[in-house]
């Protein structure tokens, strides 16, 4: 055997028998950052085993976890408006702040222990850990599929989007009851997390839609709704991470509120 290639293969399984580093959540909510492992969240003495019913990342099948209240990691956060909860995919989600402090749906930070992970995730190659925020009730406080973010990494305290990002606001001239200015929030809360706009957001999932060309100058209208409902039908490859928004995830007023700020963002 060639010594270059038995150098790599001694290199190769040196590095393996190492131990892993330690899978990490980062919380910057406004005052020092928290950086908590694995093994000291499920040592905490509100560690639950919970039972989430519907659980959105596995195809509404129901989960047990072992899980942390949020609620009791998040400290007081005074004046936090907008959490981001980013993924180490690329995701990264706008929360409302007060979503994730009151109200009857409770967040929860499930912990996938090494000694026991979690199965792959439907269509996916890993779990949703090593850290997945779940929710108990969550249709108490109408949480959207886009607010459960697995493989979490990182949740930070930020400006509320459309004051972090001002391309992302319709014109100040539309009518109050114009359909594009609810088409905004639904943005933001369901395609924000994967899909930038004109450069605004977090995401890196997905293309941005707004630039350099608006979606609406490239696809029909028609095509842009059966996309959302069903993109695997329209277009897929082995990369496709877009999953579908059926009428329970994304009603036929928000769809439609939804093409409405897409055109108004195309000047159309």
Not at 64 to 71: D, E, F, G, M, T
Not at 88 to 113: K, M, N, T, Y
Request: charged share 20%; hydrophobic share 50%; net charge neutral.
């Amino acid at each position: 055997m060639p010594f270059p290639r038995l150098a790599a293969l001694m290199l190769g399984a040196l590095i393996a028998a190492l131990p892993a580093r330690a899978a990490e959540l980062v919380l910057n909510l406004g005052g020092a950052a928290l950086r908590l492992r694995t093994a000291e969240l499920l040592a905490r003495p509100d560690a639950a085993s919970i039972t989430i019913p519907a659980d959105v990342s596995y195809a509404m099948a129901e989960r047990r976890y072992r899980a942390v209240p949020l609620r009791a990691l998040l400290g007081a956060m005074e004046g936090v408006e907008t959490v981001e909860a980013q993924a180490s995919d690329g995701f990264a989600s706008q929360i409302p702040a007060a979503l994730l402090r009151s109200g009857p749906a409770e967040p929860w930070i499930a912990v996938e222990d090494p000694a026991a992970p979690w199965p792959v995730l439907p269509g996916k190659a890993a779990s949703a850990g090593p850290f997945y925020l779940v929710w108990r009730n969550p249709a108490a406080s109408d949480v959207r599929p886009e607010q459960w973010p697995y493989m979490l990494a990182r949740l930070t305290a930020v400006a509320p989007p459309l004051r972090r990002w001002p391309q992302l606001a319709v014109a100040a001239s539309l009518p109050a009851g114009d359909p594009a200015r609810h088409g905004a929030e639904v943005y933001v809360t369901q395609c924000l997390a994967c899909h930038r706009m004109k450069g605004a957001g977090a995401g890196e999932m997905g293309p941005d839609l707004g630039a350099p060309m608006p979606a609406l100058a490239y696809l029909t209208e028609a095509g842009l709704r059966a996309l959302i409902r069903d993109p695997a039908a329209v277009r897929t490859w082995p990369a496709r991470a877009m999953p579908a928004f059926d009428e329970a995830a994304l009603p036929p007023a928000e769809l439609e509120a939804l093409v409405a700020y897409l055109r108004h963002q195309a000047g159309l």
